[in-house]
């Protein structure tokens, strides 16, 4: 007699189900992938449907053989899901991720290797060092970089910031709190993402804790305005710390002029962070390198790979130019008093750099497709997608009845519907009522975004197999909508 927990453990039981959720993922993908009308974007239904779907109560023990009732409700999750792998899916940046990382997800689950300390993740925490430091020298940091993974951008950018509020107070905020000294502020573009006001929050400056630099009409940083901001700040009482750039912003995927925040960051003794969140993955692409050009200068980078690097969520690196400062955004000792011993500071010890104790193997999959499918193929990928972003601008900007909000900088492009039979005043519910319209029958997914000339629709092409006939029936689809 095997007890129920004997049987939830069977190997043999687990291969069974385990080749059987194979078939059923393939079979979704290739249906995901062929994209078509037979299969929505994303099928959507009422918040309150689904919570009444799902509201069945949970057994006691189960009614029927688990591996059946396994294979029913997974189908019942993949109809009912978000289809990514859709190519009109052109929405937020979320990725379609490489089947290849659903396998390996399935292998750190499986191990549950929690990485805080060496012994907890031995094989994780080595890939973890050389995904890193991989990203390093795609940025051009120097050898001395070092970093951790992370679980989001959001924990990404607070933890370069402790790490910079660590080396720039002047006094020792993480012992004594951010009162034991003057105010601090850092200095951050108006378009950066949201998790920026948060981390200084969370980090006890409160709202002035943030100081917003203006931008361009192309939403990137103006050079002049950070002198303005400091001044700003300083007249506040303020002391600013450091200064952030965004490669490229969340909206409108503008790049800021990173040598020129890195120019301004070093005359005036700032730690120097660049929110690469989406966009530092174009250090990968020969053709679009250019766009992060200054990086190499930054105090601190973060990057997500599961928006550039086709990984699912999630997985951010948090690179610091001088590794030892990785150690400073959780310090438990005074350590910008105490540098010098940091050789004798373990960097196996993950948990000693992360907000997380114990965390995911996120390096496993990134560093396994990295070796086994190759690196070109991610250069390519970005290259791909920024070079379809300016077709599909171009496109736009020569079709009269469509506006580009602002020439892409990477994959991310703004536009509007401006149909003569919708006359100006309109344009702003216009948009929203195509994007309601195209979202919810499932045709397309795509964004709004709302930009100082009015709300705009807004693409984020991550898929790496949208193809440009997709756009095409994506304008027409938004014509048809606007007669309808
Ligand atoms: C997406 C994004 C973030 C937040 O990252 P998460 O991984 O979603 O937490 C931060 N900054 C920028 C610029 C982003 O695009």
């Given at each position: 007699?095997?007890?129920?927990?004997?049987?939830?453990?069977?190997?043999?039981?687990?291969?069974?189900?385990?080749?059987?959720?194979m078939?059923?993922?393939?079979?979704?993908?290739?249906?995901?992938?062929?994209?078509?009308?037979?299969?929505?974007?994303?099928?959507?239904?009422?918040?309150?449907?689904?919570?009444e779907?799902?509201?069945?109560?949970?057994p006691?023990?189960?009614?029927?053989?688990?591996?059946?009732?396994?294979?029913?409700?997974?189908?019942?999750?993949?109809?009912?899901?978000?289809h990514?792998?859709?190519?009109?899916?052109?929405?937020?940046?979320?990725?379609?991720?490489?089947?290849?990382?659903?396998?390996?997800?399935?292998?750190?689950?499986?191990?549950?290797?929690?990485?805080?300390?060496?012994?907890?993740?031995?094989?994780?925490?080595?890939?973890?060092?050389?995904?890193?430091?991989?990203?390093?020298?795609?940025?051009?940091?120097?050898?001395s970089?070092?970093?951790?993974?992370?679980?989001?951008?959001s924990?990404?950018?607070?933890?370069?910031?402790?790490?910079?509020?660590?080396?720039?107070?002047?006094?020792?905020a993480?012992?004594?709190?951010?009162?034991?000294g003057?105010?601090m502020?850092v200095?951050?573009?108006?378009?950066?993402?949201?998790?920026?006001?948060?981390?200084?929050?969370?980090?006890?400056?409160?709202?002035?804790?943030?100081?917003p630099v203006?931008?361009?009409?192309?939403?990137?940083?103006?050079?002049?305005?950070l002198e303005?901001?400091?001044?700003?700040?300083?007249?506040?009482?303020?002391?600013?710390?450091?200064?952030?750039?965004?490669?490229?912003?969340?909206?409108?995927?503008?790049?800021?002029?990173?040598?020129?925040?890195?120019?301004?960051?070093q005359?005036?003794?700032?730690?120097?962070?660049?929110?690469?969140?989406?966009?530092?993955?174009?250090?990968?692409?020969?053709?679009?390198r250019a766009?992060?050009?200054?990086?190499?200068?930054?105090?601190?980078?973060?990057?997500?790979?599961?928006?550039?690097?086709?990984?699912?969520a999630?997985?951010?690196?948090?690179?610091?130019?001088?590794?030892?400062?990785?150690?400073?955004?959780?310090?438990q000792?005074?350590?910008?008093?105490?540098?010098?011993?940091?050789?004798?500071?373990?960097?196996?010890?993950?948990?000693?750099r992360?907000?997380?104790?114990t965390?995911?193997?996120?390096?496993?999959?990134?560093?396994?497709?990295?070796?086994?499918?190759g690196?070109?193929?991610?250069?390519?990928?970005?290259?791909?997608?920024?070079?379809?972003?300016?077709?599909?601008?171009?496109?736009?900007?020569?079709?009269?009845?469509?506006?580009?909000?602002?020439?892409?900088?990477?994959?991310?492009?703004c536009?509007?519907h401006?149909?003569?039979?919708?006359?100006?005043?309109?344009?702003?519910?216009?948009?929203?009522?195509l994007r309601?319209?195209?979202v919810t029958?499932?045709?397309?997914?795509?964004?709004?975004?709302?930009?100082?000339?009015?709300?705009?629709?807004?693409t984020?092409l991550?898929?790496?197999?949208?193809?440009?006939?997709?756009?095409?029936?994506?304008?027409?689809?938004?014509?048809?909508?606007?007669?309808?």
């Open positions: 007699m095997t007890t129920p927990l004997e049987a939830a453990y069977d190997p043999d039981a687990f291969r069974a189900t385990a080749h059987a959720l078939d059923q993922l393939a079979d979704y993908l290739k249906a995901a992938l062929g994209g078509g009308a037979a299969m929505p974007v994303l099928p959507w239904v009422p918040p309150a449907v689904n919570h779907r799902f509201a069945t109560p949970f006691e023990v189960p009614s029927q053989e688990p591996s059946g009732l396994f294979a029913a409700l997974m189908a019942r999750v993949l109809e009912g899901s978000h990514l792998h859709h190519p009109r899916y052109v929405g937020h940046q979320v990725t379609a991720p490489l089947p290849l990382t659903a396998l390996c997800d399935a292998v750190s689950s499986l191990l549950n290797n929690g990485m805080a300390v060496y012994e907890m993740g031995p094989v994780a925490t080595a890939m973890e060092h050389h995904v890193l430091a991989w990203m390093a020298s795609r940025l051009g940091l120097p050898a970089a070092r970093g951790v993974l992370t679980s989001g951008g924990a990404g950018n607070l933890t370069a910031l402790l790490a910079a509020r660590q080396a720039k107070a002047g006094f020792d993480w012992n004594g709190g951010a009162h034991a003057p105010p502020t200095l951050v573009p108006r378009t950066a993402h949201y998790c920026l006001a948060r981390a200084v929050r969370i980090m006890g400056f409160g709202e002035g804790g943030l100081t203006d931008v361009d009409a192309r939403f990137r940083v103006q050079p002049d305005a303005a901001a400091l001044q700003d700040a300083t007249r506040k009482g303020r002391k600013v710390i450091a200064v952030v750039a965004s490669a490229g912003s969340t909206t409108t995927g503008a790049f800021d002029p990173l040598e020129a925040v890195a120019d301004f960051a005359a005036h003794g700032l730690w120097f962070h660049v929110d690469g969140a989406h966009g530092a993955a174009a250090s990968l692409s020969p053709k679009y766009q992060v050009r200054g990086i190499e200068r930054a105090d601190s980078v973060v990057w997500d790979a599961h928006k550039g690097l086709l990984m699912p999630l997985v951010t690196a948090v690179l610091f130019r001088d590794g030892a400062r990785s150690f400073d955004a959780f310090a000792e005074a350590s910008y008093l105490f540098h010098g011993d940091d050789d004798a500071r373990p960097y196996s010890d993950v948990a000693l992360t907000l997380e104790c965390k995911e193997m996120m390096s496993l999959k990134v560093y396994t497709c990295l070796s086994v499918l690196t070109r193929l991610f250069e390519e990928a970005v290259t791909a997608s920024y070079d379809q972003a300016r077709r599909f601008a171009a496109k736009l900007q020569a079709t009269p009845d469509f506006e580009v909000a602002v020439p892409p900088d990477c994959n991310i492009v536009f509007r401006t149909p003569a039979h919708v006359p100006e005043p309109g344009w702003d519910a216009l948009q929203a009522r309601e319209a195209l029958r499932g045709d397309f997914y795509l964004v709004q975004a709302r930009l100082p000339r009015g709300a705009y629709l807004r984020t991550i898929h790496p197999l949208t193809r440009d006939e997709d756009l095409d029936v994506l304008l027409d689809t938004l014509r048809e909508a606007a007669r309808g």
